[in-house]
């Protein structure tokens, strides 16, 4: 389950970062997720700057050279991407699709890593700016 809460986390960052979209705001986001069959979303609130909402190579999973990307389109707040990587985990193939502003993300993701299938919906929203701390 770790494993894939790593990776639920990993896949959920992917949509924005793919965006690269300055559109969306730096500072401090919200994010709920709730995976298929678990009975409560996951809250994770994350300080994200510009490179947290740009730097794909940070996830391993944009320029790598193994990947296969079916879809990579996101435009006019319209996210569609779909591709398949190795990962140290095994096979990973994925599909996000959603929709963002500069202060909101709804996203819908399906996974199939290992032959098992998950799908995960999340909604992201921008809570403020990043704190000394963060």
Do not use: F
Request: aromatic fraction near 2%; proline fraction near 4%; charged fraction near 20%.
């Amino acid at each position: 389950m770790r494993m894939l809460m790593t990776t639920a986390a990993a896949l959920l960052t992917i949509a924005p970062a793919v965006a690269q979209a300055p559109t969306l705001k730096t500072g401090r986001w919200q994010h709920t997720t709730l995976i298929a069959g678990e009975a409560k979303p996951m809250v994770a609130t994350e300080c994200e700057d510009e490179r947290d909402l740009t730097d794909l190579d940070r996830l391993g999973l944009s320029d790598n050279p193994s990947c296969v990307w079916q879809r990579r389109r996101v435009a006019g707040g319209l996210i569609d991407v779909a591709g398949t990587c190795p990962t140290s985990a095994g096979r990973v193939t994925s599909s996000v699709k959603g929709s963002y502003t500069a202060t909101t993300m709804t996203l819908t993701i399906a996974t199939v890593i290992g032959g098992r299938a998950v799908t995960m919906r999340s909604n992201g929203k921008w809570i403020g700016q990043c704190s000394a701390d963060d």
